[in-house]
């Protein structure tokens, strides 16, 4: 198994312009998590599907964050329009059966720089 | 819902110590406690984790122990070696279907 795949690795903007995060989760998992990473706030929990339902979303940020999941195998987070407080490491996590005990996989994160 | 809190938030130790991070956390529901650790530039992978039906959890140099009552949980690494330099986070999941609550890290450093 490949693992939980993210794209882009990095990705430098300008402010105002639109980022999309992608996220492949491993096969079979049935929960899929939005992480951000900054060194002031730490791992913060954006939004997290179950059997892509959305579940939690109420650490998305602002109405310029939106989260989708159209099926098992993808999801995507949208920045739009982006700003330089953005900047950061974005985590996608997947977690399988056994939720109350399942470990979370996560992929290698989405470094965004926001100029 | 849960809030988790960690200490310290660094740490230094010289090779061969032993190294401990503490954690607390707010819902007496949550069950289950991993901890993962994050070396620089690289995913957050986890290390060991104990549920809340087990006192002390020990896998070769690293172990975790769990106290109900006060609801505290800690990680413990003996022998420690330059290697284990790494930002460590503690997390707790409780009532919050699939939900984890992590702790704000602690970035461990391992002197040689």
């Known amino acids: 198994d490949a693992g939980v795949i993210q794209s882009p690795r990095h990705e430098v903007t300008e402010m105002g312009q639109e980022v999309t995060l992608r996220c492949k989760p491993i096969?079979?998992?049935?929960?899929l998590f939005w992480y951000r990473q900054t060194m002031m706030r730490g791992l913060e929990l954006l939004i997290y599907?179950?059997?892509?339902?959305?579940?939690?979303d109420s650490g998305m940020p602002e109405d310029r964050f939106s989260a989708k999941m159209p099926n098992a195998s993808f999801s995507t987070l949208k920045i739009q329009p982006s700003e330089p407080r953005d900047s950061a490491v974005y985590f996608c996590?997947?977690?399988?059966?056994?939720?109350?005990?399942?470990?979370?996989?996560f992929g290698e994160g989405s470094r965004l720089t926001v100029l | 819902g849960e809030n988790v809190e960690q200490h310290p938030s660094t740490l230094s130790v010289q090779e061969g110590d032993s190294a401990v991070i503490k954690c607390t956390y707010s819902d007496s529901a949550s069950n289950y406690f991993p901890w993962y650790k994050q070396e620089l530039g690289k995913r957050p992978q986890l290390i060991i984790d104990?549920?809340?039906?087990?006192g002390e959890k020990k896998d070769q140099r690293i172990a975790v122990t769990l106290n109900k009552t006060a609801k505290h949980f800690s990680l413990h690494i003996t022998e420690t070696q330059p290697e284990d330099s790494a930002v460590y986070f503690c997390?707790?999941?409780?009532?919050?279907?699939?939900?984890?609550?992590f702790g704000r890290g602690t970035q461990l450093t391992v002197w040689p």
């Open positions: 599907f179950n059997n892509n339902v959305p579940i939690d």
């Open positions: 996590a997947s977690m399988g059966q056994g939720h109350n005990t399942g470990e979370l996989f």
């Open positions: 104990i549920r809340s039906n087990v």
């Open positions: 096969s079979g998992h049935d929960y």
């Open positions: 997390a707790a999941r409780g009532s919050t279907l699939g939900r984890l609550y």
